[in-house]
């Protein structure tokens, strides 16, 4: 009975705001989101202080007639700060992605070489892409697990080389050991 109780590992309830973890990317991140926004609101500012800043003359007193609220004034700035600010915005959803799905591609591509067998490969991004400690992970990782490989496949050439010869007892031995071996390794 006591074997069909499954164990349940405890869930860790995350933090919804965590700064430290990849805090330099995040930081990246949040600088460039900062920076549009700035930008963004710099230039309605500069449209607003246009047309706000022109002179008041004849026209002014003439369109009291018409006009009847601050909005239908203000409507036309609104608009024309809001459309840049639509268009800033715009440009930076179609940019910005890019610098972080591109490394992010590459790594899957990479990794989908190692899924076919390719332990030979090389997790490599350029100079200015995010995600170098990723690459570096992946690349310490593989560089254990070809280690592990290596380490099988002289054991496995060993032991053929004991069967050939006929040194049974040896060949059970390497056996044995290969079992141990893998037996250690998490899988």
């Known amino acids: ?76 700035v609104i608009l024309a700060s809001g459309g840049v600010c639509l268009a800033a915005g715009v440009i930076f959803a179609i940019f910005f992605p890019q610098q972080i799905a591109g490394p992010i591609y ?10 076919r067998g390719n332990f030979a490969q090389i997790f490599r991004l ?6 170098h400690s990723l690459a570096e992970a992946a690349n310490l990782a593989l560089d254990r697990v070809r280690k592990e ?6 054991e496995v050439d060993l032991l053929d080389q004991d069967l050939e010869g006929g040194k049974v007892e040896e060949a059970r031995e390497r056996i044995k050991r290969l079992k141990e071996y893998l037996n250690q390794l998490k899988m």
Do not use: C, G
């Not at 973890?21 to 930081?27: A, E, P, Y």
């Not at 350029?126 to 995600?131: A, C, E, S």
């Open 126 to 131: 350029r100079r200015t892409d995010r995600f």
């Open 106 to 115: 590459r790594l899957e591509e990479d990794l989908k070489s190692v899924a």
């Open 149 to 154: 490989l290596r380490q099988i496949k002289q």
């Open 1 to 76: 009975m006591a074997n069909d109780i499954v164990k349940v590992k405890k869930m860790h309830k995350r933090k919804k705001l965590n700064l430290a973890v990849k805090r330099d990317l995040q930081i990246w991140i949040l600088s460039r989101i900062i920076l549009v926004v700035i930008i963004s609101i710099s230039i309605a500012l500069f449209i607003m202080y246009l047309f706000s800043h022109k002179r008041i003359d004849e026209s002014f007193y003439q369109a009291h007639i018409t006009i009847r609220r601050v909005s239908d004034l203000l409507l036309p």
